[in-house]
């Protein structure tokens, strides 16, 4: 009899995580036996929980904070995880623990599903934010062709240190200049914690952006943020945080159980009641 196969998500905390939501429920759509599980673990503990995974039953993981740079120091990164600086998605490849960052496919299928042909219209950007989740998106916006990505951040020097990492494409710009650069601007994306539940509002004024320009907001809690709000509200085209946090689990899944799932408006409306709770 084939032996069971799990996955889990590692942070300190994890309680929060809605991970198990999504994968417990394409495990029980694809009729598996397999298991997600939470596992909380301290920064100290981390590295030997990892290097032990398939003695501890498991095919691979999913890390959340704060263990994302650690994880891609203990691991084999690809590409994409090398380049953001941080591995969000762990898998057994026999002996070889590897590793990736899906934050960048999320974000990327999340504007696909949400506003198709975004790319082909996005020949400027406006990037709110200059942490780990402003690397996954300006790699994600790079590799989709985007010419100018203009990252507004109110420490210029950690807006500059994105453009030493990815080039030229990126440019780093102090608050101030947001209303002129939005005037110009394809695609604005918030990757701060500005407009989340418990965290100050994000003002911004939408009035300079033109109105075929998209919005999209990496926050999931509130679902509808005050930025996507405001945008709709103008007619713009919106992607929200959700569905980035469903597609960013698809190669997951993928990858350690061998079937590739879709997200399904069954599936976004399980996450929603949850969210609601």
């Keep these: 009899m084939p032996q069971l196969k799990a996955a889990c998500v590692i942070g300190w905390p994890v309680g929060h995580s809605r991970s198990p939501l999504i994968h417990n429920y394409w495990i029980k759509q694809h009729g598996l036996d397999a298991r997600y599980r939470r596992e909380e673990i301290a920064p100290a503990a981390f590295a030997d929980f990892i290097r032990n995974l398939?003695?501890?039953?498991?095919?691979?993981?999913n890390i959340t904070i704060p263990h994302k740079e650690a994880a891609l120091e203990l691991s084999e990164p690809d590409d994409c995880a090398r380049a953001v600086g941080a591995a969000n998605t762990l898998w057994l490849d026999g002996l070889r623990l590897r590793s990736t960052n899906t934050d960048v496919e999320g974000f990327t299928a999340n504007l696909d599903d949400a506003v198709p042909g975004w790319a082909g219209r996005a020949g400027e950007a406006v990037v709110l934010g200059a942490g780990g989740s402003a690397r996954a998106v300006i790699?994600?916006?790079?590799?989709?062709?985007?010419?100018?990505?203009?990252?507004?951040?109110?420490?210029?020097?950690?807006?500059?240190?994105?453009?030493?990492?990815?080039?030229?494409?990126?440019?780093?710009a102090e608050w101030a200049a947001l209303p002129s650069l939005l005037a110009r601007c394809d695609l604005l994306v918030n990757t701060t914690s500005?407009?989340?539940?418990?965290?100050?509002?994000?003002?911004?004024?939408?009035?300079?952006?033109?109105?075929?320009?998209?919005?999209?907001?990496?926050?999931?809690?509130?679902?509808?943020?005050?930025?996507?709000?405001?945008?709709?509200?103008?007619?713009?085209?919106?992607?929200?945080?959700?569905?980035?946090?469903?597609?960013?689990?698809?190669?997951?899944?993928?990858?350690?159980?061998?079937?590739?799932?879709?997200?399904?408006?069954?599936?976004?409306?399980?996450?929603?009641?949850?969210?609601?709770?």
Aim: charged share 20%; aromatic share 6%; glycine share 12%.
């Design 54 to 61: 398939s003695s501890r039953g498991y095919v691979g993981a």
């Design 194 to 277: 500005l407009g989340m539940t418990g965290q100050p509002p994000l003002a911004v004024d939408l009035a300079p952006l033109p109105l075929g320009a998209a919005v999209t907001d990496l926050v999931y809690a509130p679902l509808k943020t005050s930025l996507l709000a405001a945008a709709e509200a103008r007619r713009h085209a919106v992607a929200d945080g959700l569905g980035m946090l469903l597609h960013q689990a698809v190669r997951g899944f993928e990858l350690w159980f061998g079937v590739r799932p879709r997200v399904t408006a069954e599936l976004r409306t399980l996450l929603e009641t949850d969210l609601g709770k």
């Design 139 to 172: 790699y994600g916006l790079i590799g989709r062709g985007v010419g100018r990505i203009n990252v507004v951040n109110r420490s210029i020097e950690r807006a500059e240190a994105l453009r030493r990492r990815f080039g030229a494409a990126v440019h780093p």
